[in-house]
């Protein structure tokens, strides 16, 4: 049996909004990428699938690769809201930071966005808007930066916050090979621990209770609270 072809499988038009155009065509772009791959990615099945014309792709991102590099900047996006949405959750404490890198592994391993970066960039292409993604990273370190105690420098928190990039890119790409070489093949657990381990170090190194100390703080408080209730 031969493989549908993409009359058959079009889906009916309809009619949308540039804006819905756009942002239907990054999801679906963004599902093809994640489980095919960039190189798997043909603008006219997307086209087909969305029942949209070819050319309403082309006049949206022009090319294949400008799509994935719009699919790519959008999830850095998503990802720096997620940061900065943390912080300001976390007021003046300090946010947590196991759950804030579990969420960064999990976004760049599991959602795959970390594979097409590295694709973009080793074949070349310009993978994230560097100019767009700079205030992104100002406001993710100002952030950081603000809420240090011990009188570090503002480049202490800049290479700390690249520190933390790399370290959570590096394991969403080569993540699984190096626990293996490193002792821990079929230990299944190993990259949360360790992402709670390099949370743990991060929160050391920035001067702020790890979430081990906050647990304690707060059995302390609600002991000391139900203390003074008895009396």
């Known amino acids: 049996m031969t493989a549908k072809s993409g009359a058959s499988r079009a889906a009916p038009r309809r009619r949308r909004t540039a804006e819905e155009a756009r942002e239907e065509i990054l999801a679906a772009a963004e599902r093809t990428l994640r489980e095919i791959g960039p190189d798997a990615l043909r603008l006219q099945d997307l086209a087909a699938d969305l029942g949209i014309s070819h050319p309403a792709v082309l006049h949206h991102f022009g090319t294949r690769e400008e799509l994935v590099t719009a699919v790519v900047e959008r999830a850095v996006r998503r990802l720096e809201n997620t940061l900065l949405d943390a912080f300001r959750s976390a007021g003046d404490g300090a946010p947590d930071g196991n759950a804030m890198l579990e969420r960064v592994f999990d976004m760049l391993g599991r959602d795959g966005h970390a594979r097409l970066i590295a694709w973009l960039f080793l074949t070349g292409r310009d993978a994230i808007d560097v100019k767009t993604a700079r205030v992104g990273w100002r406001a993710i370190i100002d952030a950081v930066h603000a809420r240090r105690t011990d009188g570090a420098s503002r480049e202490d928190t800049q290479f700390t916050v690249v520190l933390s990039a790399l370290a959570t890119f590096g394991q969403a790409v080569a993540g699984g090979p190096m626990l293996d070489m490193a002792g821990f093949a079929g230990d ?44």
Request: no cysteine; charged share 25%.
């Open 188 to 231: 299944h657990d190993a990259p949360a621990r360790f992402a709670r381990w390099f949370a743990t170090l991060l929160a050391s190194h920035l001067g702020q209770p790890t979430a081990a100390e906050t647990s304690v703080r707060g059995g302390r408080k609600r002991s000391r609270s139900r203390a003074r209730g008895a009396t």
